[in-house]
Structures are given as C-alpha cells and as structure tokens.
C-alpha cells in the first residue's frame, strides 16, 4: 500500500475482489452512462483536482477504477497501475482502462500534457508574469541571486526561470 498524497490508500498489490453479485450490483448502481461512452462514476470521491471515484469493498476503500478492471477484466498483476484511455479520472467503463506500469503511467500523463507545470502546478511561487518581469529584469542587469531574493526563490531556480530552462511559455 502506498499513500496517493491525498490520504487516500493506493493499492499496487492485487485487489482479488470476493466478487459477489451483491458487490457487483452496488458497485453498477454508482455509475451512470455519458455521451462520450464513458461510464461515470456517481459514488464516493477523494482528492482535488483530479478525482477518482472511491468504492468500499469490505473495510477497505478502494479506487473505483481498479474496483471497475477487478471485476470486468479481472485481476491487477502486482505492481501494475490501471490507466484511462479517455483520461476521464471518474470513467470506470472497462473498454476504456487499461494495464501499465507507474512508468506508463507517467508517460502517458506526459504525452497528453496532463503534468501540472508553471501556475497549474499548486506549489508554484511564481507565475508567468513574474517570470517575465525576471528576465527583464535580469536583461537590465539585475543578478540573478537579486532577483532569486525579491521573489523568494532558490538562486538555482531564478537562473532556470530566466534562462529559460524552466517556465518555457513565460
């Protein structure tokens, strides 16, 4: 078990659901079908931004997702992180999830530009407005640890802001 950072508890090791036809039938009353062939989780939620949908098996609450592959494709290997191919993080239809590994996981969020950076990344001092004025700043002489001090940042994160390393579309 591993911790997701929103205290919500990930499984990485196989669920192996005692799949009852109860289970099944409670687990199907959560979703509802869109237009977009996803089927939407309508249960219980955790997290902000992103929001998988939560589902209770026994005493303990798993991600509806997994919960959505245990029971329509069957069991996760362990290791393995169950990934959406519509990138809808409440869809739980079985056609649109598929296997990977944290590293496909990564990746894919990666192709599909879904990695928070810049001002969507929740810990960010900075903005692109700033990043601007920075190298303005920079370019009229001011020293990067100056500038590093004035917005309370590392010297190491000032010079990539500037140089452009980092805040590409600033």
Same mark, same amino acid.
């Given at each position: 078990?591993?911790?997701?950072?929103?205290?919500?508890?990930?499984?990485?090791?196989?669920?192996?659901?005692?799949?009852?036809?109860?289970?099944?039938?409670?687990?199907?009353?959560?979703?509802?079908?869109?237009?977009?062939?996803?089927?939407?989780?309508?249960?219980?939620?955790?997290?902000? /931004?992103?929001?998988? =949908?939560?589902? +209770?098996?026994?005493?303990?609450?798993?991600?509806?997702? %997994?919960? *959505? !592959?245990?029971?329509?494709?069957?069991?996760?290997?362990?290791?393995?992180?169950?990934?959406?191919?519509?990138?809808?993080?409440?869809?739980?239809?079985?056609?649109?999830?598929?296997?990977?590994?944290?590293?496909?996981?990564?990746?894919?969020?990666?192709?599909?530009?879904?990695?928070?950076? /810049?001002?969507?990344? =929740?810990?960010? +001092?900075?903005?692109?407005?700033?990043?601007?004025?920075? %190298?303005? *700043? !920079?370019?009229?002489?001011?020293?990067?640890?100056?500038?590093?001090?004035?917005?309370?940042?590392?010297?190491?994160?000032?010079?990539?802001?500037?140089?452009?390393?980092?805040?590409?579309?600033?």
């Amino acid at each position: 078990r591993s911790r997701n950072g929103r205290g919500t508890k990930t499984m990485t090791a196989p669920l192996h659901i005692d799949l009852t036809t109860r289970l099944i039938r409670r687990f199907i009353a959560k979703t509802s079908l869109s237009e977009t062939e996803c089927v939407l989780w309508k249960g219980a939620t955790a997290g902000t /931004g992103l929001t998988y =949908g939560n589902f +209770k098996v026994g005493k303990r609450t798993m991600l509806a997702h %997994r919960v *959505a !592959y245990e029971i329509f494709r069957g069991p996760i290997p362990q290791g393995l992180c169950v990934l959406h191919k519509c990138d809808v993080p409440t869809c739980v239809n079985p056609a649109h999830l598929f296997l990977g590994t944290r590293q496909d996981n990564m990746d894919d969020r990666n192709q599909k530009g879904r990695q928070a950076s /810049g001002e969507r990344q =929740g810990r960010a +001092k900075l903005s692109y407005k700033i990043v601007r004025e920075m %190298r303005k *700043a !920079y370019a009229a002489g001011a020293t990067q640890s100056a500038l590093a001090r004035k917005y309370g940042i590392s010297t190491q994160n000032a010079r990539l802001a500037i140089l452009g390393v980092t805040w590409k579309g600033a």
